[in-house]
């Protein structure tokens, strides 16, 4: 169990730092797209009122998509994301001073988004996309990232998912990919890894990973190891897997995934559901107190 559940470390933006509102952080989900698995996280129409309703509810940070990576989708272009994901940035951001995330792998989408007052750069591709590129905006920047593990692009990544060892092969990666970004200027205190459940994954590998949080930061040289690592597997079919429930009824089940996830040392919670999501945390340590 994490001994230090409520000593989670401060996240530090480009011009401040921000505490969690409960025991760990909080990025509400905010999909501006037409195809997300989860159906109810749709928000074309209404992304700005959905935000501000997490952030009632108590998000720490809103993560706004405009590119569907659910298993079997495929990319859109550059000019499509920006005009998905910028207006709403911009609305947002005259209505709430919240941290905003950008869900992209492209480097064009994110130095808009930088620009309309986002915060954070949250990239599936770990930066592998945009390469040196993305690294330098980010660093230039001074804002902190999250690095992903996929195998594969969505389109394809269901269909190779076996592992000898996903701890440390997932591993390994991160020990690349945060050596990228640390030699491209970026403060390892800044950088979150996110282990990807469910891209390129089968329910064994979910499994261990949900686990593992705290040996993949063990993974990493302890002079560049981050000091977060997201969790984001909110009603992901691993879920319905675990439960043998569809997407619409798997809250309760990501509730417990992620309670045990923070166990093992997850300090972000990537979510559908806010309101939920706070309700157990706020349970869990007003308990741990006795």
Do not use: W
Not at 63 to 85: K, L
Not at 93 to 110: F, L, N, Q
Not at 156 to 180: K, P, S
């Amino acid at each position: 169990m994490n001994d230090s559940f409520f000593e989670v470390p401060e996240l530090r933006l480009s011009d401040r730092s921000i505490k969690p509102k409960q025991s760990v952080f909080i990025f509400g989900i905010v999909n501006c797209t037409p195809d997300s698995f989860y159906e109810k996280s749709r928000c074309m129409d209404n992304a700005v009122e959905k935000a501000l309703s997490m952030i009632e509810a108590g998000a720490d940070v809103i993560d706004i998509g405009g590119e569907s990576t659910r298993p079997g989708s495929a990319y859109i272009s550059e000019e499509e994301e920006i005009s998905r994901v910028i207006p709403v940035v911009r609305e947002l951001r005259k209505k709430t001073g919240c941290p905003i995330s950008i869900d992209t792998r492209k480097p064009a989408v994110m130095a808009r988004a930088l620009d309309e007052g986002a915060d954070i750069l949250n990239d599936i591709s770990a930066m592998t996309d945009g390469g040196e590129e993305m690294a330098d905006l980010v660093s230039d920047r001074k804002i902190p990232v999250i690095l992903m593990h996929k195998r594969g692009n969505p389109d394809i990544m269901q269909l190779n998912t076996a592992y000898d060892d996903v701890l440390a092969e997932t591993g390994n990666f991160f020990r690349e990919r945060v050596r990228f970004a640390v030699n491209h200027g970026i403060d390892c205190d800044k950088i979150i890894i996110d282990a990807g459940i469910g891209f390129g994954k089968d329910l064994v590998s979910n499994s261990r990973l949900i686990l593992g949080s705290a040996d993949l930061l063990e993974s990493i040289p302890s002079e560049m190891r981050p000091v977060h690592v997201m969790m984001a597997l909110s009603r992901k079919s691993c879920i319905g897997q675990m439960t043998g429930r569809e997407v619409n009824d798997r809250l309760a089940g990501t509730l417990a995934a992620n309670l045990i996830a923070l166990e093992h040392g997850a300090t972000m919670l990537r979510v559908h559901d806010v309101a939920e999501t706070r309700d157990m945390l706020c349970v869990y340590s007003a308990l741990k107190k006795f």
